[in-house]
């Protein structure tokens, strides 16, 4: 080994040095959120991403990574896709007990709206106070 | 020249991420055993208004990949944007453990962007960020844990003299400029706050360590 190929092994060694192996695979998740908070019409995109990350995980065996399932179950209610909202609502409640309770009223939420298409903010008022008393 | 430069960022990267300070008391942490972490906007006192949710778009996954149950950020933001707590000095402000309850969370995490600037010299650009975390109990408003982060970042600059490195310099320092490159510092800065040993965060329930590193935090 060269001087050069040494110290380019001991710097990439430093940077990664503080970091653990990954508990999880974000696939694109941070990225894309970004990209998303940079530009909102990119919604899709970040739907897409955290489908794909659910997607990739869930095949190969492997936890999704916590909050996934809620961001893409809240994707899917604000488009007005209740029952979709409601099925990876339930997914992160079963995958991570500490998410229960929130997910719980995030089902009710979805159950409880009228199921349209439309691109009005989801929670109202009412919903709300449905999340401060707890559900 | 590549073999002093990769030594040199080496150095800084030393200097500035792994530095051991004093060593954090983390009884309270210890004994509140926090399994899960809400995070809430970021207060923002740098001039870019982009920053808070940019930041917000780097901080889950660290905080997961030390083993917590990190609540859905976007989910979260919206949610409080509903219940008219957009305004993130604010929510900082609210009692924790009524905001912990709304979401069943053990602990709060507050972030305080204190500096997020790109400085821009013809020859030489320093982007730089600096944050504030805090963690608070989400059943007693106990503060946990505290951290102050830093990160610098300058474009390696062009060593090779003439008229030809200064414009090399400028070109760099304007492309920084242009777009500075606060992702990757923020997420440098997460990364450097939360895993240092008797600085950051003790394993969570999620992780391999959870508590059989007692000696590190």
Known sequence: MNLKTTALVIAITLLTGCARPGLYNWGGYSNSMYTFYKNPEQKMQFTDTLLSVINTNEAAGKTVPPGIYAEYGYMMLETGQMPDAVIYFNKESKAWPEAKPFMETMVKLAKGHPKSTSSKAPIGAADVDLIQKGG | ?217
């Open chain 2, 1 to 217: 020249m590549v073999v002093r430069l990769i030594s040199l960022l080496s150095i800084l990267f030393l200097a500035t991420a792994c530095l051991q300070t004093v060593p954090k008391d983390y009884a309270s942490f210890r004994n509140a055993d926090p399994k899960s972490l809400l995070i809430v906007p970021a207060v923002n006192r740098s001039l870019e208004v982009t920053a808070p949710d940019y930041f917000l778009a780097t901080i889950s996954r660290p905080l997961a990949e030390r083993g917590y149950y990190v609540f859905p950020v976007y989910l979260v933001k919206r949610v409080m944007e509903e219940d008219g707590m957009s305004d993130a000095d604010m929510v900082h402000a609210e009692d924790p453990v009524q905001l912990a309850s709304l979401f069943s969370a053990d602990a709060i995490l507050y972030v305080t962007i204190q500096k997020w600037e790109s400085q821009y010299a013809v020859f030489a650009t320093n982007t730089q960020i600096e944050i504030d975390y805090v963690i608070k109990d989400g059943s007693t408003g106990v503060e946990l844990w505290s951290h102050n982060q830093k990160m610098n970042y300058s474009p390696s600059q062009n060593s090779g003299g003439g008229i030809a490195g200064l414009i090399a310099n400028a070109i760099t320092a304007a492309t920084e400029k242009a777009a500075p490159n606060y992702i990757p510092l923020a997420r440098q800065a997460n990364a450097a706050a939360f895993n240092p040993p008797h600085q950051g965060l003790p394993s969570g329930p999620y992780a391999k360590a959870y508590q059989q590193d007692m000696a590190d935090y």
